[in-house]
C-alpha cells in the first residue's frame, strides 16, 4: 500500500494485486521527474524521498527545475487518488468474498444441505412463502420448495461448490452437479434472504436433460 503523503512504499498487505499500478506509477515518478544522479543523493543524504522539497534552490531556480517540481507534486496527486480507489476496492472485494454475509451463510447452508440430500434442513431455513424460479417453472411456498428438492435430490451423485459471493440480503452460489441425467452440469442460483430465511432463489441451468431424466421415474 502506498503513502499518499510521499512516494515511499509502505507495507502492503499480501495477495492485493489491485495496488500494484499505485507501485508502478510510483516508480514512474523518479523517471517523469528527471532526476540527476547528483539531486537523487542529495535527497537521499537529507532523508527525504522524492520530496519537492529535496531539490536544491538552483534547480528550482531553473525551468527544468520547477518542471521535476511539477511532475512531483501531479504525480503525488495521482498516487493518492489511486490510492483512494484502491482501498475502495479492497473494501468491495471484502464485502463480496467475506463470509460474514448473512445471505451469504444461509446460502452455504443450503448448498451443504443439498449436497448431502437434506430436504428438511433446507425447509427449515426456507420462509414459508419461499418462491423457487426455475427451468422447471415457478414454484410458490415451502413445501412446493421441499418437493423440488426431493425430486433434485434423487438425481444427485455429487455437487462441488464452485463459487458463492453474496452479502446480508443476497448471495449467489455457482456448483457442478454430477447427476444421473447429465454427468457434469454446471448450476447458478441467486439467493434472496429476508429475516434469516431463503425467500427465493432462481435457478439457472440446461432443464432438457433433466426433463427427459424425469420423464423416466414417473409413474405411469
Do not use: W
Amino acid at each position: 500500500m502506498m503513502s499518499p503523503e510521499g512516494l515511499t512504499p509502505t507495507t502492503r498487505p499480501p495477495g492485493h494485486g489491485s495496488l500494484r499500478i499505485v507501485f508502478k506509477v510510483a516508480r514512474a515518478t523518479t523517471i517523469v521527474a528527471g532526476f540527476s544522479t547528483a539531486e537523487r543523493g542529495a535527497a537521499s543524504s537529507s532523508g527525504s524521498s522524492g520530496r519537492v522539497s529535496s531539490l536544491s534552490p538552483r534547480l528550482l531556480a531553473s525551468p527544468l527545475g520547477q518542471f521535476q517540481a511539477a511532475c512531483i507534486m501531479l504525480t503525488k496527486s495521482v498516487i493518492a487518488l489511486l490510492y483512494m480507489l484502491a482501498i475502495n476496492t479492497e473494501q468491495k472485494e471484502r464485502t463480496m468474498t467475506g463470509t460474514n454475509g448473512k445471505a451469504l451463510a444461509i446460502a452455504q447452508a443450503y448448498f451443504e444441505a443439498m449436497a448431502n440430500k437434506d430436504a428438511g434442513n433446507i425447509v427449515s431455513i426456507s420462509a414459508e412463502d419461499v418462491a423457487c424460479i426455475s427451468p422447471v417453472g415457478e414454484l410458490q411456498g415451502v413445501q412446493a420448495f421441499r418437493g423440488f428438492q426431493e425430486g433434485f435430490a434423487k438425481m444427485i451423485k455429487k455437487l462441488t461448490l464452485l463459487a458463492a459471493f453474496g452479502d446480508d440480503e443476497h448471495a449467489v452460489i455457482v456448483y457442478d452437479a454430477e447427476t444421473y441425467p447429465v454427468p457434469n452440469a454446471i448450476v447458478a442460483e441467486h439467493i434472496i434472504v429476508k429475516h434469516g430465511k431463503i425467500a427465493s432463489t432462481t435457478v439457472i441451468y440446461d432443464g432438457t436433460p433433466f426433463a427427459e431424466y424425469m420423464k423416466t421415474v414417473q409413474p405411469h
